[in-house]
């Protein structure tokens, strides 16, 4: 069975993020992994020899009681599943050390679908740029990422956008979304970002893309360009004029959209709570 690996670090942004995961779960007949990475504090005993307690519980059997707890929330949501959709089961894991090299362990046992993780407020994107736990899962992880923003309105997702620079590499990420897209039912744009002053691709390469993307069977897949200046801020502007749910990247070393969307400015125009799928360049499966 398929799983949903769910992060949480029992903040109010990985809350959201694992009830939209709950309501995906339904339709990729999928269960969850509800996983909480820690790293342990020293237990000090006191002058009666008893552990140094936070509260009443050591930090572990603290995290063990949150993720009790979200677990419960999401088991309400899963009971209400339509009739006729799948009903996903709950598993809760725990793990000591590093997010990154734990959610690829998990990748490496498990048949994981996909990573999902919140984000707080603002742009999953930049998140994606500046949060160091989000940076780390999608360095290691061989499965695609889900980032889910906090406040977002996304409950199910009908538009997709997929931003490419015509690699050949990102057609690894339109075959995935082609086989998800025949379960989710949305449909894709996939949308070429080409900055003035920036190397344009060989006339081959552009050929052979277009001929690749011929092949892919998406019922209502099209394809738009921007170029010019400031593309960053004419992808956000697409991407609130067309009412995208999910913005997807290709990701991988020395990645065009690493640099696209590294500066401050950039960070700033694209604070719009739209999830965003990171898939990687050497995805297994």
């Known amino acids: 069975m398929k799983k949903l690996l769910v992060l949480t670090n029992f903040s109010d942004e990985a809350a959201e993020a694992a009830k939209f995961a709950a309501v995906l779960c339904q339709q990729l007949k999928a269960d969850i992994i509800l996983y909480n990475s820690f790293l342990s504090q020293p237990v000090m005993p006191d002058l009666s020899g008893s ?7 050591a930090p572990v059997q603290e995290y063990q009681q ?7 929330e999401l088991a309400s949501i899963v009971l209400k599943t339509p009739p006729g959709l799948h009903q996903p089961k709950i598993h809760e894991e725990e793990g000591e050390g590093s997010l990154g090299l734990n959610v690829k362990e998990i990748n490496n046992k498990d048949e994981i679908e996909m990573v999902v993780m919140g984000a707080p407020q603002g742009s999953g994107l930049e998140h994606f740029l500046s ?16 980032i889910y923003p906090q406040g977002s309105n996304v ?4 538009k997709v ?11 690894i990420a339109l075959n995935y979304l082609e086989k998800l897209s025949h379960v989710v039912k949305f449909q894709v744009t996939v949308v070429h970002v080409n900055e003035f002053g920036e190397a344009h691709l060989p006339l081959e390469s552009e050929k052979s893309f277009f001929n690749q993307l011929k092949k892919i069977d998406m019922p209502g897949l099209t394809y738009e360009s921007i170029r010019g200046k400031d593309t960053v801020e004419r992808l956000a502007n697409y991407l609130g004029n067309s009412k995208a749910d999910l913005l997807v990247l290709m990701h991988r070393k020395r990645s065009f959209f690493k640099e696209l969307f590294g500066s401050s400015t950039t960070k700033t125009m694209m604070k719009r709570a739209i999830p965003l799928l990171v898939i990687p360049s050497d995805m297994k499966g």
Do not use: Q
């Open 51 to 57: 552990a140094w307690m936070v509260g009443e519980l």
């Open 131 to 146: 949060g160091s736990d989000t940076a780390s899962v999608i360095d290691h992880s061989t499965r695609p990422v889900m």
């Open 161 to 171: 956008v997929f931003a490419t620079d015509f690699n050949a590499a990102d057609l």
């Open 66 to 72: 949150e993720l009790s707890k979200l677990s419960h």
């Open 155 to 158: 409950k199910n997702l009908h």
